[in-house]
């Protein structure tokens, strides 16, 4: 039985292709179209179906869409429809936006947005760009799949427990919004999820982080990030205003009062303005305030769940400092983070929680969980063969690598900085090992190197891999940790010798490899190790500014040429340039 699920709201359409409780493919729709976080022109585009991430995940699996038995949409308009979510007609002003809302609808967004998720069956079948439409042919309306549109934060939990390594935990969604929960709970037991309770709109930790990253010059709902990177760099001075517009409440709710960010703080930087001191002090108020906001929110349901496991979704669950607060501070004993803890992920969750139940009807009885989330590479790849086809037509110089490894370990050992090209390509923000631009962390300077090859801000740091055997003696207290998703502070014996991943507060947010996960990987760090003595290579996205990361041997090869790198490593071939 396929399951195919499909995120297309709000940000960061993607696709999940889903045979018996196995995930055989997931993809980002900007991976294909370069439109970061798929965010497009207004007024409907954003909300076009992920076409070229959905004809992926058929492809890899060898099947058309009329082979697909069910199609889980994350997200359900009916829920926000109040009274007339059972009607077959409902009116529109000719100009819905220059009308007041009815007082009846439970909706705050103008009916347009929910009658084009409501035709959302009606856009697969009829929006298919001309290319592809030969795997999607022989599709309608009446199937042969069943649709299912899943609440959002239902598809964020289920991506969260059904695909952890827990078969009983707590569940907690914190993001920007869904249809009306922003923050959820829910315990998780074999195949049941059980909500526990909810926060909905307006109040948002999400969009507050959001309305403050935006504030602070940045683009919201896609660079939070940045100020969790510029906290580091402020002291905590204005705590106590967020403190007061974070009312929290008992059970798990909490309220965000106005908030007149200009009128508490001053004008607003522009962007790409000057940071003043302010700025950071900001930052770092607004991190602190979120991280004490989710230590008490995760107490409370420490308690409600009676679990000693927490499984965390959503766009918040992907601030890995505060995870590490919480790890270090809060009450339960393993946590588990969703790699693609973002929208994409609903994706995945959608199609883990539609499959379950369709496994379950098919069999007349309860279906058990097949599927645990130990990498994420679950995106495209390409053979040799493909590649050097690709690199012989673009007429460009390249050689045939004897050990890939070791002759990548070398150049690393250079100072050279290299694009790595390898195997199927990640799911989710963070390169790992499949796409990622490489580089020695043996000296102070690779950071900004880094960040200027890439374009970025110079106070953001990049993150270090490491092999997970050896990762407690470089960093205190580190743990299995293969998804970038926690920060730990650096030994201070072993900091001077892998500056380049040093925060400016010591941390760094580390990814940890076994040869298992990735053979190819671990055999660079190794002999990269063998050359230094040191077992951590940086490891940063292979993108350059405004671009998501590459996926195909063309878009590789286009940022290796379009960019300071100084070598391509893609799959058996090198690509240097001259001196």
């Not at 696709?15 to 995930?23: I, M, R, T």
């Not at 022109?41 to 038995?69: H, K, R």
């Not at 090859?453 to 055997?469: G, N, S, T």
Request: glycine share 8%.
């Amino acid at each position: 039985m396929y399951t195919l699920g499909i995120n297309a709201v709000y940000h960061d359409p993607a696709a999940c292709l889903v045979k018996d409780g196995q995930v055989i493919a997931a993809a980002e729709e900007e991976r294909f179209t370069h439109v970061k976080h798929g965010k497009r022109p207004i007024p409907f585009s954003t909300y076009q179906l992920p076409f070229y991430a959905i004809d992926y995940c058929l492809a890899e699996a060898g099947i058309n869409l009329v082979d697909v038995q069910h199609i889980a949409y994350s997200y359900d308009p009916f829920l926000l429809l109040g009274p007339y979510r059972a009607e077959a007609t409902i009116t529109f002003p000719l100009e819905p936006s220059a009308h007041p809302l009815p007082a009846e609808w439970e909706a705050a967004w103008d009916p347009l947005f929910l009658s084009s998720i409501v035709n959302a069956p009606r856009h697969l079948v009829g929006g298919v760009p001309h290319h592809l439409q030969a795997r999607f042919r022989g599709a309608g309306l009446d199937g042969p799949y069943r649709w299912h549109f899943v609440e959002h934060h239902l598809a964020h939990a289920a991506s969260a427990f059904y695909a952890s390594p827990f078969q009983q935990a707590a569940v907690a969604t914190l993001d920007g919004r869904g249809e009306k929960a922003t923050t959820s709970y829910a315990r998780g037991e074999g195949e049941r999820l059980e909500r526990l309770g909810q926060v909905n709109m307006p109040h948002s930790l999400g969009l507050l982080y959001e309305r403050v990253t935006e504030y602070l010059g940045f683009l919201p709902a896609s660079d939070e990030y940045k100020v969790m990177a510029l906290a580091s760099f402020g002291q905590p001075r204005y705590l106590v205003d967020f403190q007061e517009i974070i009312q929290l409440g008992s059970n798990g709710d909490y309220q965000i009062q106005a908030l007149r960010l200009t009128d508490r703080f001053g004008p607003a930087r522009s962007k790409g303005g000057p940071l003043e001191q302010r700025h950071y002090d900001l930052a770092r108020s607004l991190q602190m305030a979120l991280e004490e906001t989710v230590l008490t929110l995760m107490a409370w349901l420490h308690q409600a769940a009676q679990s000693e496991n927490l499984c965390l979704a959503g766009g918040v669950a992907l601030n890995c400092v505060m995870n590490a607060r919480l790890r270090d501070g809060g009450p339960f004993e393993r946590i588990w983070v969703q790699p693609a803890a973002g929208d994409a992920g609903t994706a995945l969750g959608a199609a883990l929680s539609v499959d379950l139940q369709g496994r379950a009807a098919a069999n007349g009885r309860s279906a058990s969980r097949q599927y645990c989330m130990d990498h994420v590479f679950l995106g495209p790849a390409y053979s040799d063969a493909e590649i050097e086809a690709f690199l012989s037509w673009s007429k460009l110089p390249y050689r045939r690598l004897t050990n890939v490894a070791e002759e990548a370990a070398a150049l690393l050992a250079e100072d050279k900085i290299i694009g790595w090209f390898q195997g199927r390509l990640e799911f989710g923000p963070r390169a790992l090992g499949a796409r990622s631009i490489l580089a020695s962390p043996l000296s102070g300077e690779m950071q900004a190197r880094l960040n200027e090859i890439k374009d970025r801000e110079d106070f953001r740091p990049v993150a270090p891999v490491v092999l997970e055997e050896e990762a407690a003696d470089w960093f205190a207290g580190a743990e299995v940790s293969p998804f970038m998703l926690f920060v730990y502070e650096i030994s201070s014996d072993k900091a001077e010798y892998i500056p380049a991943v040093r925060h400016v507060d010591g941390t760094a947010r580390i990814q940890t490899i076994n040869r298992a996960q990735n053979p190819l990987y671990y055999d660079l760090l190794k002999a990269f190790q063998h050359r230094t003595g040191v077992p951590v290579l940086v490891n940063t996205s292979f993108n350059t500014r405004g671009e998501p990361i590459v996926c195909s041997p063309r878009d590789a090869i286009e940022c290796f040429w379009t960019s300071p790198l100084d070598a391509l490593v893609i799959g058996s071939f090198l690509l240097e340039k001259p001196e």
